[in-house]
């Protein structure tokens, strides 16, 4: 068995995890995201150095995944999509990061809507 993320699994469960699609709230595996981690790895192992370790790994960003809404870890499209019928690991945490995004979600509408008002009563003059 191997350990991965301080739990252990078969080799096998590893191999069938990576290679089989996914989309739970805590994580989307896919076509797409896994050819563009593939992609990135390609790349890394073609540059010299060829192995820089953990930074490298930081530098990659899925675009499969960027454009989904993720709040405190979880991917809020597919949280909805179950109805909730999920237990999160931290839902207190959740709860909080999601009232956060809200929040700078109303003063960011707030900020866009009084800039153009702003705009709109200039060009009113």
Known sequence: ASKFAGVEYAPEAILSALVENAEHPLLIWNNSTRAELSSF???QLA???PM???SAAEE???ETLARERCVGGVYVRVYVAV???VQLP???GFADALVAELAADVARA???DGAASAENERAAQ
């Open 110 to 112: 707030h900020t866009d």
């Open 41 to 43: 790895l390609r790349e």
């Open 83 to 85: 109805e909730g019928n």
């Open 47 to 49: 540059d010299a150095p």
């Open 90 to 92: 931290d839902p207190d």
């Open 52 to 54: 820089r370790g953990v």
């Open 60 to 62: 990659f960003v899925s």
